[in-house]
């Protein structure tokens, strides 16, 4: 199979800025986001399971806190625009993926989104809720969603506007609801945009990143960073209301 520039080439112009932002009015997707509905918990495993993990993110940022990692090496715990990371498994020579951990923040407690983006590299992406918790899962191509065997609380999906675009410029924005206490699976192709934002603040990312090495070296970076290599397709974050929402009443449909 021969690839195309599309998936071959650099993305970024500068490899080293890390809020590199591209014009939003003619990005097109070369791909679309799948999404892999996994498993629903009763209400206390589901919590157990995101406190847990998210308690080894908090651990990471007092750890760093405590003694910043020093220049020129690799910081393990970083702040993202949907929440505090702790990179868990860091890549090493002949191994060229990593793994990281994400708190989510309450978007709604926090009252902004977090950017609509892409990155350079492909990703693999599992997202846990706890209760009172929803993820809303955005791109502005249709995602992808895998059939929900055996769920009580099904994924809903529904096209809004993506708001903060160009005067002129209207962009539509597919959009998967993540139900309280679920397990789902994402894949993400590389230069596909996608957008987190949790409600609630009972959730946390578990995700893999496969060519993090490759796509820091066919990139240009003068040195390896955790994530750095995204694209924002907007300069500015919107405000909370913008994405807090779970339905849109006129279209909504089910996954």
């Not at 990692?69 to 910081?75: D, F, N």
Request: include cysteine; glycine fraction near 8%; hydrophobic fraction near 35%.
């Amino acid at each position: 199979m021969t690839l195309g520039t599309e998936t071959t080439g650099r993305m970024k112009r500068s490899p080293d800025v890390e809020d590199e932002v591209l014009d939003v009015t003619h990005h097109q997707d070369p791909g679309r986001n799948r999404l892999t509905p996994v498993v629903q918990l009763p209400s206390d495993a589901a919590l157990a399971v995101v406190d847990a993990l998210a308690g080894l993110v908090r651990s990471a940022h007092r750890r760093e806190e405590a003694g910043p990692a020093p220049a020129g090496t690799l910081k393990q715990a970083q702040v993202f625009e949907e929440g505090d990371v702790f990179m868990l498994e860091p890549p090493f020579e002949g191994f060229f993926a990593d793994r990281y951990l994400m708190d989510f923040y309450d978007t709604a407690d926090r009252g902004i989104c977090s950017r609509m983006h892409l990155h350079t590299g492909l990703r693999f992406v599992r997202m846990m809720t706890g209760p009172g918790t929803t993820i809303r899962v955005s791109s502005l191509s249709p995602i992808t969603v895998r059939p929900a065997e055996g769920w009580t609380d099904p994924l809903s999906t529904f096209t809004d506007v993506l708001p903060g675009t160009p005067t002129g410029v209207h962009r539509h924005r597919h959009n998967v609801i993540v139900p309280p206490n679920s397990w789902v699976d994402m894949q993400i192709p590389r230069g596909v945009s996608h957008q987190f934002n949790a409600v609630g603040p009972n959730a946390v990312i578990d995700s893999v990143h496969p060519e993090e090495s490759i796509e820091t070296l066919r990139e240009g970076m003068s040195g390896f960073r955790m994530m750095a290599q995204t694209i924002f397709l907007a300069k500015d974050k919107s405000p909370a209301a913008t994405c807090a929402d779970i339905t849109a009443p006129d279209d909504s449909t089910r996954a």
